[in-house]
Nanobody
Framework: QVQLVESGGGLVQPGGSLRLSCAVS????????MGWYRQAPGKQRELVAR????????NYADSVKGRFTISRDNRKNTVYLQMNSLKPEDTAVYYC????????WGQGTQVTVSS
């Protein structure tokens, strides 16, 4: 069973940056398109960034375009999310998963943007 382990969250002031990581336990990581999702309190989980297996296609939600950058290292089975110019509305638990998603999710990593 594929396991997903997110890390890198924390408390940051508005305008700050964080880099999230997601380690994926599978020997066929490179074939999966991957996404970063987030869920804010009282809201549905949303997809904020996606990347194909070979990194040829990358897409972002309008709310994060120009501020977030998704990348991956297929040698390390890891996908990253560089988040710059963070806003309070970016506060959420961030998860990674495949696209389409698997049933199992990781524990997520909390990102709090507050002064």
């Amino acid at each position: 069973q594929v396991q997903l382990v997110e890390s890198g969250g924390g408390l940051v002031q508005p305008g700050g940056s964080l880099r999230l990581s997601c380690a994926v336990s599978t020997s066929i990581f490179s074939i999966y398109a991957m996404g970063w999702y987030r869920q804010a309190p009282g809201k549905q989980r949303e997809l904020v960034a996606r990347i194909t297996g070979g990194s040829s296609t990358i897409n972002y939600a309008d709310s994060v375009k120009g501020r977030f950058t998704i990348s991956r290292d297929n040698r390390k089975n890891t996908v990253y999310l560089q988040m710059n110019s963070l806003k309070p509305e970016d506060t959420a638990v961030y998860y990674c998963n495949t696209i389409p998603t698997m049933d199992a999710w990781g524990q997520g990593t909390q990102v709090t943007v507050s002064s």
